[in-house]
């Protein structure tokens, strides 16, 4: 089992440096796992974006290309306006490569 660490930034504005996220994990299952309020209402299906987040931009960019179904979600954002580094945390998979992610978890 491996593991590596990122920066959680909660709703509240609070920052968790050091949260681990083990590679057996969505980013959404890390996040559920250390007690974050995401609901994942779909169960990590890419249809309810109760997952959404921002990452930084470098993490962007590591985390690779976004599929139809996952912008199609992102578009329709209510409680929340998708930024250029907006995604569904259920549809981003472990990678050794998002070692210091800073993830700030949406409004939804
Ligand atoms: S858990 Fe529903 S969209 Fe990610």
């Not at 050091?18 to 994990?25: A, G, L, M, N, Y």
């Not at 969505?26 to 007690?35: A, G, T």
Request: glycine fraction near 6%; proline fraction near 5%.
């Amino acid at each position: 089992m491996s593991s590596i660490q990122i920066t959680v930034i909660d709703r509240e504005g609070v920052r968790t440096p050091d949260v681990e996220w083990e590679d057996d994990e969505s980013l959404m299952e890390c996040l559920v796992r250390n007690s974050y309020p995401i609901l994942a209402t779909c169960g990590g299906n890419a249809s309810c974006s109760t997952c959404h987040s921002y990452l930084d931009e470098i993490s962007f960019e590591t985390a690779g290309e976004i599929d139809e179904d996952e912008a199609d979600v992102l578009d329709s954002l209510t409680e929340a306006e998708r930024e250029p580094t907006s995604r569904l945390t259920c549809q981003i998979p472990w990678d050794e490569d998002l070692e210091g992610a800073v993830v700030r978890i949406g409004p939804f």
